[in-house]
């Protein structure tokens, strides 16, 4: 079965700390790996898209690395804020179809 | 700019009742996906569509219907509802079939929908 599998399930850390999230997938086949960030009451906005081919790519603080052998993704943050507090969504995509994980619920505080 | 909307952002209803939540995007994106977001569970895909007369079943479609007669509408219907409905549902809307290399997915800020 399909599956997508992120941890921990809930992280909290100071202001101007840095962090990492993990995901892992038993997608097959894998067309391409993104993360989203959701915001409480908000709809999941895309921070990486990354194909089979690439092994990293960032958006600003956010950094996303791919291993497509061992199947699995992690999110860095850098130098966080408090703005960064957010549910983080790791999504596998499988031809045409999108499988979801559980989302990462990080807690930045001052 | 460009955006999509859902409504109602909120919406209390009773069981057996039918319910129709509203999605509207101006992207001019032909794809349009609709899902629902429990806790414990990653979003899951209720239907698609990929234009304008397209529509197509998600993994999670039992009790629920579209229908695209335009490009930028996409609404959800619940036919009877029923307390397992009960969830958080997001409309999201895409240039190209979700599997494409970089293609986005936008979504609406969300419908909080409680069945009683």
């Known amino acids: 079965k399909n599956q997508v599998e992120q941890s921990p399930q809930s992280l909290i850390i100071l202001e101007g700390k840095n962090c990492t999230l993990q995901?892992?997938?038993?997608?097959?086949?894998?067309?391409?790996l993104r993360w989203y960030k959701q915001d409480t009451g908000r709809g999941p906005v895309s921070l990486t898209i990354?194909?089979?081919?690439?092994n990293t790519k960032s958006n600003g603080r956010y950094t996303a690395t791919l291993d497509a052998d061992t199947k699995q993704s992690s999110l860095h943050i850098t130098a966080s804020q408090l703005s960064d507090s957010a549910s983080y969504i790791c999504?596998?995509?499988?031809?045409?179809?999108?499988?979801f994980g559980t989302g990462t619920r990080l807690q930045v505080f001052p | 700019d460009a955006e999509i909307t859902q409504s109602p952002r909120h919406k209390i209803t009773e069981t057996g009742r039918q319910v129709t939540l509203a999605c509207h995007q101006t992207w001019n994106h032909n794809n349009m996906f609709w899902y629902r977001q429990d806790l414990g569970h990653g979003l899951r895909l209720i239907h698609y569509?990929?234009?304008?007369?397209?529509?197509n079943k998600g993994e999670v479609s039992d009790g629920y219907s579209v229908s695209r007669s335009n490009t930028e509408d996409l609404p959800l219907t619940l036919e009877s509802a029923a307390s397992s409905q009960t969830s958080v549902y997001f409309c999201?809307?895409?240039?190209?079939?979700?599997?494409?290399?970089?293609?986005?997915?936008?979504f609406g800020p969300g419908t909080r929908l409680l069945v009683l």
């Open positions: 995901c892992n997938y038993t997608v097959s086949p894998f067309s391409n």
């Open positions: 999504v596998v995509s499988e031809t045409d179809k999108l499988i």
């Open positions: 990354m194909t089979f081919s690439e």
């Open positions: 569509s990929y234009g304008v007369q397209d529509t």
């Open positions: 999201a809307s895409s240039e190209s079939a979700s599997g494409g290399d970089q293609e986005t997915q936008y």
